[in-house]
Every structure is written in structure tokens, then in C-alpha cells.
């Protein structure tokens, strides 16, 4: 079974040292988010991406704060009651969101949590439209002491075989900081 991001240590999430080395709101600017779009913020946690993106889609956007951990969801709600942001607990390969409903679809640190990865994959592109974004940031496979354990990371070119095989064309892939990398992708 692989291991999910306890609640019980929420507030690493929203760490200013956190802030200070990802800087959300330009990571999801440079990551091609624009006002009005549909954003689907998988594994959204307390909100940490969550809240930047409803800042830049503004009142003709919308943000699905998709997160299997209620404690998650509580947590946001607690945060913000921001009008075109949708909480929403969902189940890891069953998002309750029609298909094709989103222009853009963000996995931060989550892929390498996903049970059954290519099926998450497919729940994922099942709610995207065609010519979506799917942007992936996951941890680097290596020994360092932030992040999962090194056993629970996901290679790089693993990450990419996945996304290649669940039928995302590849835009990008780069690095980020010294401990994550971006996959971009299109539906």
C-alpha cells in the first residue's frame, strides 16, 4: 500500500520555509494557468496550490480541491471560503467531476502516493478536455532529509513512462530546485 501524507503534519505544508522555495503562485503562472480556467488541484492538501490558483483563474475560473484525506478538505475550508473554490474529498480513482470538465490538472507530490498509478492516471485525463495541461511535480529519486523516503520515490522516467502510457503527449519535463522535477503534459 503506499503511504499518503499524514494530517497529523499539515502544517509542514504551509511552512514559510515551503513558500520561500516553491513560491506557488509563480510555479502555477510558469506552469501556463490563466485567468477563467478550470483547474482540478489533485491531492490539494490544506490548499497550498489551491488558493494561488483561485487567485490567478479569478471569479470566471473555478478550483477542484480534490483530496482523498478529509482532514485534507477540513483544513481548506478552515483556510478560505472562496467562491470558485469546489471542495471536493474524492476516492483515488473515482473523482467525482464530470469528464471532460478541466483546462488544467495538477498533481504536486502526488503521483508517487497513488495505489495503482496508471489507473490514477486515466481518472485523471477522464476529467480533463482535450488539449488540457497535466502538470506533475513530484520528488527526485534520491537520499536527502525532506520528502517521502527514498523507497517511496518515483523515478523521473518512471513518472514519464506513466504519463506517456496513459496518453499525455509530453510538452515539457524539467527540473526543479534540487529535489523535484515538472512533467508537463497535453491531452
Known amino acids: 500500500m503506499a503511504h499518503k501524507f499524514s494530517p497529523q503534519s499539515i502544517e509542514r505544508l504551509l511552512s514559510d520555509e515551503r513558500y520561500s522555495h516553491i513560491k506557488p503562485h509563480q510555479f502555477l503562472r510558469d506552469c501556463g494557468l490563466e485567468r477563467d480556467m478550470q483547474v482540478a488541484d489533485v491531492g490539494c492538501g490544506p490548499g497550498f496550490f489551491t488558493i494561488p490558483a483561485s487567485n490567478i483563474v479569478g471569479r470566471g475560473g473555478l478550483v477542484y480541491a480534490i483530496d482523498v484525506q478529509e482532514e485534507m478538505i477540513r483544513m481548506l475550508k478552515r483556510r478560505t471560503r472562496r467562491k470558485n ?96 522535477y515538472i512533467i508537463s503534459a497535453i491531452k
Open 85 to 180: 473554490i469546489v471542495p471536493i474529498v474524492s476516492q483515488e480513482h473515482r473523482i467525482p467531476l464530470d469528464a471532460r470538465s478541466v483546462d488544467f490538472a495538477l498533481l504536486a507530490y502526488v503521483l508517487h502516493e497513488a495505489e495503482d498509478k496508471g489507473r490514477f492516471l486515466k481518472e485523471v485525463k477522464r476529467i480533463m478536455k482535450k488539449g488540457a495541461c497535466l502538470v506533475v511535480l513530484d520528488w527526485k529519486k534520491k537520499r536527502e532529509k525532506d520528502g517521502p523516503p527514498f523507497h517511496e520515490r518515483l523515478p523521473l522516467r518512471e513518472a514519464r513512462r506513466l504519463v506517456a502510457e496513459g496518453g499525455f503527449s509530453m510538452d515539457r519535463v524539467t527540473s526543479f530546485g534540487t529535489s523535484h
